[in-house]
């Protein structure tokens, strides 16, 4: 028996039904499955910015109140250029050698200049923030790392020569460091499963070895060790000091890429940490000095962060108390006696707080961060993952020692490392810039 005719408006809604199905069938499969968050976007955001913070001003100004006045404004220069000139360089092409897959030393040039990076692409290690965000957010990492360094050479080195060392260390030493531990998880240099949350490994040992480096190679200031070098404004370096402590949480809490209670836990255990060294740095000069200074918990507690970092993803609250002492303890003895021992002058103490505090949390995530201690986040024995842990520390002091002396050597062939004698009387405000910092 034949169906008689639909009625024509029936026909046209099931012909309108049946477009929009097809349109729907043909949206990019990107575009249907997104999973970006605004959530986890917007503590992206502003956790990126925060580490921007830490560089300029928190860095520029730590360092600057302990340099003597006539470097003060040397030191901003070298934060400012290198924030700028590192940025371009992570576009070009930092960025896609750090963050695609290429070699087993480095990735690849897939993403130069980001061709691919849009709005709507997220990487599937962080699906939940626009990929142009994580970006961005390690572009932070890539510039206050160099920016970490400048303190071991400070009052003494040319301007030229820094810029071009920071830009060739970046790509040769910080760039594999990156691409082994955080693009390929862990993987680094044959190894497997090597935890570095944000940067004991990639920041602060590379930074802290090559801060080493280059103050034995730029050599010491004439007036060391014998004169009297004072920082100049001590406000400037707490203040410095306060605004690392606040980015910090951005820097480490931000790794986790997301907001959640696993970045809450981040932050706490970052927070409690560089409560602890600043307190046991403290106790020590009080006891041995037999007073406490401002100085001294300001340093304290940049070596607490720094020891943290690392560590801040699989440490409860006790771990992160002990991590802190025993950065804090570690560390004084580094600046305070090591440093006179081998008479290297590390201007800042790069080296003292930095390399050994990246290298203390590096080591006793193993400990501290091991479900078998009270309160550790992680699913691993200790002795294995300590053996790893090591393995991954004495690999980056490697390559970064002998990339930044390599690297020092070229660039020594064509042109001068550090200013003249005079130059370095004069200050480099002056020398280097035609600039004074304060004018009567």
């Known amino acids: 028996m034949t169906q008689p005719p639909l009625p024509k408006a029936r026909r046209a809604s099931i012909g309108v039904a ?9 949206v990019p499969a990107h575009a249907a499955e997104s999973t ?17 913070f830490m560089m300029i001003p928190g860095l520029a100004l730590f360092y600057a109140g302990l340099v003597r006045a006539r470097n003060v404004l040397s030191i901003f220069m070298q934060c400012f250029v290198l924030t700028c000139v590192l940025s371009l360089v992570w576009m070009a092409c930092g960025y896609s050698l750090a963050f695609t897959d290429g070699s087993f030393f480095i990735g690849g040039l897939g993403k130069a200049f980001l061709s691919g990076v849009t709005t709507d692409t997220a990487r599937a290690d962080c699906s939940t923030i626009p990929e142009v965000l994580h970006c961005a957010y390690q572009m932070m990492f890539f510039l206050i790392t160099p920016g970490l360094f400048v303190g071991a050479f400070a009052e003494r080195m040319k301007f030229s020569a820094i810029i071009i060392f920071s830009i060739a260390w970046s790509l040769l030493v910080y760039v594999p460091c990156c691409y082994g531990v955080w693009h390929k998880a862990g993987a680094f240099l044959g190894l497997t499963n090597v935890i570095d949350l944000a940067g004991g490994i990639v920041v602060h040992i590379t930074a802290g070895v090559a801060a080493l480096v280059l103050c034995v190679v730029v050599g010491p200031r004439q007036d060391h060790p014998t004169g009297q070098i004072m920082p100049h404004n001590l406000p400037l370096t707490m203040v410095g000091a306060a605004m690392l402590w606040v980015g910090w949480f951005g820097f480490n809490a931000g790794s986790q890429l997301g907001a959640g209670g696993t970045a809450a836990m981040t932050l706490l255990v970052t927070h409690l940490s560089s409560c602890t060294a600043a307190l046991v740095w403290m106790a020590v000069e009080w006891k041995l000095l037999g007073k406490p200074s401002a100085l001294g918990v300001a340093t304290g507690c940049i070596a607490g962060l720094a020891a943290i970092t690392p560590a801040s993803g699989k440490v409860g609250p006790l771990g992160a108390v002990c991590i802190g002492a025993a950065s804090a303890l570690v560390c004084w003895y580094a600046c305070a006696k090591l440093k006179k021992k081998f008479r290297y002058d590390d201007s800042l103490d790069v080296f003292g707080v930095h390399g050994v505090g990246g290298f203390i949390g590096t080591i006793l995530v193993a400990v501290f961060g091991s479900a078998s201690f009270a309160g550790g986040l992680g699913d691993f024995e200790i002795a294995p993952q300590l053996a790893t842990q090591s393995l991954a520390a004495l690999y980056t002091i490697v390559l970064s020692a002998a990339g930044s002396w390599l690297i020092l050597k070229v660039i020594s062939l064509f042109m001068p490392l550090r200013v003249t004698a005079e130059q370095e009387r004069q200050g480099l405000d002056l020398a280097e810039h035609g600039e004074s910092a304060y004018n009567s």
């Open 18 to 26: 049946a477009a929009f199905a097809f349109l729907a069938g043909s």
């Open 36 to 52: 970006i968050e605004s959530g986890d976007t917007a503590w992206m955001l502003a956790s990126t910015a925060l580490v921007l």
